[in-house]
């Protein structure tokens, strides 16, 4: 019953405050940019049979480490040449303007609401090869937004514009946009901080998804210490379960 009882603790906001930290760029060479390069590879080899062009990153709840994990795996495919494009599709809670210090005059909202066009919305970055399109303002509907075909559209267009469309998406046990969202992309991965995801919350989330036949590919479970895990990899656990790969974001 313990997998059950929700943890009191919670991760912390400093993301929507200061936006994730992009350990990958700023100590591309330390043992955690190399687990998610270590992701990135587990991504790459998940399809082999056909490539992917879109991936979307999701949690089963808020505030469990998402944006950080996607945003890093964005950083690590345009290291090793990839054209990225990483679009943030959690219109509620947004953080890719912070990571990235980019306007957040114009995105995803002013585009899916008729108010600016794809050129004015796709922001280049400090990394060459990622390019970025941030939330926008806050709408008032964001889920008729993001269920809309101009945004199926959108995820399309930008499939083709480049090697590789990463977003950032709502949480799937919170509003219904990462479901529909997940049903038009290549693939899904979940998010799942140890000590803190319940079991029966990602339990859920998977479910959720299946019921739209996301294509699930596997979740990174951050937080995973040697303590926790019982395995030891330079003081955290890199090893593997299910299809759930080790990284020790705590964002």
Request: charged share 20%.
């Given at each position: ?6 943890k009191?603790?919670k991760l912390d ?7 994730a930290?992009?350990?990958t760029y ?6 955690v940019s ?16 056909s490539?992917?062009h879109s991936?979307?990153?999701?949690s089963?709840?808020?505030?469990e480490?998402?944006s950080?994990?996607s945003?890093?795996?964005?950083v690590?495919?345009?290291d090793?040449g ?15 303007h912070k990571t990235f ?9 002013n585009y ?7 050129e ?9 090869g990622?390019?970025v399109?941030t939330s926008?303002?806050?709408?008032p509907?964001?889920?008729?937004l993001l269920t809309?075909q101009k945004?199926a559209?959108?995820?399309d267009?930008l499939?083709?514009?480049s090697d590789?469309l990463?977003?950032d ?10 479901q529909l969202?997940?049903a038009?992309v290549?693939?899904?991965i ?10 029966a ?5 998977k479910?959720a998804l ?7 590919l596997g979740?990174v479970?951050?937080?995973v210490t040697?303590q926790?895990?019982?395995?030891y990899?330079?003081?955290?656990y890199?090893?593997?379960?299910e299809?759930?790969?080790g ?5």
């Amino acid at each position: 019953m313990a997998w059950f009882k929700r943890k009191s603790k919670k991760l912390d906001n400093n993301s929507l405050k200061y936006g994730a930290g992009l350990v990958t760029y700023n100590d591309p060479t330390g043992m955690v940019s190399e687990q998610f390069k270590t992701v990135r590879t587990n991504i790459q080899f998940s399809s082999i049979d056909s490539k992917l062009h879109s991936i979307m990153f999701t949690s089963s709840e808020p505030s469990e480490g998402k944006s950080t994990v996607s945003n890093n795996v964005a950083v690590t495919y345009a290291d090793q040449g990839t054209q990225v494009i990483l679009m943030d599709a959690d219109l509620r809670r947004p953080t890719v303007h912070k990571t990235f210090n980019v306007s957040n005059q114009k995105g995803l909202s002013n585009y899916l609401s008729g108010n600016a066009t794809l050129e004015e919305i796709v922001q280049p970055t400090m990394l060459e090869g990622l390019s970025v399109i941030t939330s926008g303002p806050v709408p008032p509907n964001p889920s008729e937004l993001l269920t809309s075909q101009k945004m199926a559209q959108l995820l399309d267009k930008l499939a083709e514009q480049s090697d590789l469309l990463i977003v950032d998406a709502p949480p799937v046990n919170t509003v219904t946009d990462a479901q529909l969202l997940g049903a038009r992309v290549d693939g899904v991965i979940l998010v799942v901080p140890q000590g803190i995801a319940l079991k029966a919350g990602v339990r859920h989330a998977k479910q959720a998804l299946e019921t739209v036949h996301a294509n699930i590919l596997g979740a990174v479970m951050n937080r995973v210490t040697a303590q926790k895990s019982g395995g030891y990899y330079g003081g955290y656990y890199g090893g593997s379960y299910e299809g759930y790969y080790g990284t020790d974001d705590k964002k």
